[in-house]
């Protein structure tokens, strides 16, 4: 009997030297394996990009060489003075917001000077890089820009922008004064702007170029909500006036 156990004992033993030798090799080639993976990647060549062109409605797309490089729509000389004369306009509604901190306590204005002192901060900002991207210059010559009043002073005064002598009375203005003359000068400044962007789109070719058409509708519908704001904010003032 023991002689049998001690067989039986060793038997198992065997066995089981055997599994654990080849579960070790298992994990060998594993590993090896593994750590190839990443040679092989090294080794393997980078993909070729791949450019498609969507077909129009109805036609297959194209596979275009891997050179192909994207070019910015055609432009009319329209779209730059429209770009160039906004940064002015803009630039000068921001110029008259910066006054109300000190000339008003008005709350309701102030949140209103400073949502149109951060969006139009934006759009300069948009403004501009569209021209840069285009290898346009920031400023017009002077002389370029449609509908510019040299009369009074060397800027040029876009549709709807402040006179020296308006701006003038609104810096020396102060409380309800001030409020007023803010009021009725932004709604006179924000209408210019929608005149300008009327003239963009009255003029034959200009406003094609997807991301100015966005632009220039966007400030034809923000500005328009804000007239909407203002003059309802004049309407109140005259009603606390005659109580």
Known sequence: MKSFHSKGKRKRRSV???????????????????????????????????VVQPGAPGEPTRTLPPSTRGTLP??????????QGMIMHHAQAIEMTAQIESHTEDKELRLLGAR???SQSD????????LAAR?????????????????SHPMALMPGMLTPKQMEALIRAKGEK??????TGMIQHHNGALIMVKDLFDTAGAGQDAELFNFATDVDSGQRAEIRIMETRLR??????KR
């Open 135 to 151: 290898g346009e210059p920031i400023s017009p010559a002077i002389g370029e820009m449609p509908g510019m009043d040299m009369s």
């Open 116 to 118: 149109i002192s951060s």
């Open 123 to 130: 759009e300069i900002k948009f403004m501009k890089r569209w």
């Open 178 to 183: 001030f409020d007023h003359l803010f009021l």
């Open 236 to 241: 109140e003032k005259r009603l606390e006036e």
């Open 74 to 83: 055609p432009r009319s000389p329209a779209d730059v003075q429209f770009m």
């Open 16 to 50: 089981m030297g055997v599994a654990a030798w080849q579960s070790g090799l298992m994990a060998a080639s594993t590993l090896a394996a593994l750590f190839s993976l990443p040679v092989c990647a090294q080794q393997a060549d980078p993909a070729t990009p791949v």
